[in-house]
Each structure stands twice: as structure tokens, then as C-alpha cells.
């Protein structure tokens, strides 16, 4: 039904992060101290984006995520040492490198369980 499918969408989106700029999140779990970063320039390389991103806290790593040939897909995510305010990190507006990042809580997302088919006779 329509209704149902309605709170269903809100639930998710309340559960999921309140800070998601009108963005519905995956579902998952939100990895502590960890920001998801789009936009990232090819050209751009980890060291550059953690020594960008230790303005907020003290990085951990920086991990940019690669197709199968090794070409970054222009997102990652930074992690940090302690605890930092990862709404207000969100929440800025940040140009790198003459682009706009997206920015969001880093979200794991829950793996699918396979449906168990039962071979036919």
C-alpha cells in the first residue's frame, strides 16, 4: 500500500541519519569517526586529502575507492583518530581543488543475505 510504503522510506531515512542533506542513505551501520567524501578529483591523492581533512581532527587513514583497473571513482572515505564532530564536518561547505565535495556520514553497508532456492525435482 501506499501508506506503507511511505513510512517505510521515513523510518529508513530517521534511522539511517538525520544529516543527510535530502539524500536517502543506504541502509547500514554509521562508522564511527568517519566521513564519506564524493567528488574527489583524479588527480588528487590520499596524502593531499588527509593533510586537507586534519583541519578537523587528526587523520587515520584515507581510503579512496578503485574500480577493478585501479582508476579511483572520485569517493572515499576519511577516518580519524578520535572523535570528531562528524555532523559539523558534514554540515560545511567544502571546496577542494576547485570542486564542491559531497559529503556524509560513512555508512557500512549491511550485506544481503542469498535466497536458498530449492532446486526443483
Do not use: M
Not at 522510506?9 to 566521513?35: C, D, F, R, Y
Not at 559539523?88 to 557500512?108: D, E, M, T, W
Not at 549491511?110 to 525435482?121: D, E, G, I, T
Amino acid at each position: 500500500t501506499p501508506n506503507s510504503t511511505i513510512s517505510r522510506e521515513a523510518s529508513t531515512q530517521s534511522s539511517s541519519a538525520a544529516a543527510s542533506q535530502g539524500w536517502v542513505l543506504p541502509e547500514g551501520k554509521i562508522v564511527p569517526n568517519t566521513v564519506f567524501v564524493g567528488g574527489i578529483d583524479d588527480r588528487t591523492d590520499e596524502t593531499e586529502i588527509g593533510s586537507f581533512f586534519g583541519r578537523y581532527g587528526s587523520v587515520k587513514e584515507v581510503k579512496r575507492i578503485r574500480n577493478r583497473t585501479g582508476v579511483s571513482k572520485g569517493y572515499g572515505c576519511v577516518s580519524f583518530v578520535n572523535d570528531v564532530d562528524v555532523q559539523k564536518i558534514v554540515g560545511s561547505q567544502i571546496h577542494f581543488h576547485g570542486k564542491k565535495l559531497k559529503l556524509g556520514p560513512a555508512i557500512r553497508k549491511q550485506k544481503l543475505c542469498a535466497r536458498h532456492v530449492q532446486p526443483r525435482p
